[in-house]
C-alpha cells in the first residue's frame, strides 16, 4: 500500500515561484512513477510532470516545460514540484499521484493507483 500526501501549495503572484513537495510511504522501487496532475477550476485534471523513483526519467506537459522541474529526494521519500514563472493559468488543485506499474511514465491519470487530497495553488495578477 501506498500513500501520498502533497503541501507547499499557497497564493503567489504572477511571475513568481513556488515549490510543492509530496511525501511518499510505503513501498517503494526504482521504477515507480510519480506525477503531478492539477485541475484547474471548471476544467478537467491534467498532467503536469512525472518522473521515476531512481530519478533518471522526466517527463513534462507542453505548458510547463521550461518553467517547472520535477525531481525526487529517494532519502526522504519525497517528489517535488518547483514551479517558476507562474501565470494566471497555473491556478488550480495540485495533486501527487503514483503509479505502481512502474516503468514508463504515463500522462493518463487512471494508470495512477494512489492519489493525495491535493494542494490549491492560486496565482494572482
Known amino acids: 500500500q501506498v500513500q501520498v500526501e502533497e503541501s507547499g501549495g499557497g497564493l503567489v503572484q504572477t511571475g513568481g515561484s513556488l515549490r510543492l513537495s509530496c511525501v511518499l510511504s510505503g513501498r517503494t522501487y526504482s521504477t515507480l512513477v510519480m506525477g503531478w496532475f492539477r485541475q484547474p477550476p471548471g476544467k478537467e485534471r491534467e498532467f503536469v510532470a512525472g518522473i521515476r523513483w531512481n530519478g533518471d526519467v522526466t517527463r513534462y506537459a507542453d505548458a510547463v516545460k521550461g518553467r517547472f522541474t520535477i525531481s525526487v529526494d529517494n532519502a526522504k521519500n519525497t517528489v517535488y514540484l518547483e514551479m517558476n514563472s507562474l501565470n494566471l493559468e497555473d491556478t488550480a488543485v495540485y495533486y501527487c499521484?503514483?503509479?505502481?506499474?512502474?516503468?514508463?511514465?504515463?500522462?493518463?491519470?487512471?494508470?495512477?493507483?494512489?492519489w493525495g487530497q491535493g494542494t490549491q495553488v492560486t496565482v494572482s495578477s
Open positions: 499521484a503514483a503509479d505502481p506499474r512502474g516503468g514508463w511514465i504515463s500522462d493518463f491519470g487512471n494508470n495512477y493507483h494512489y
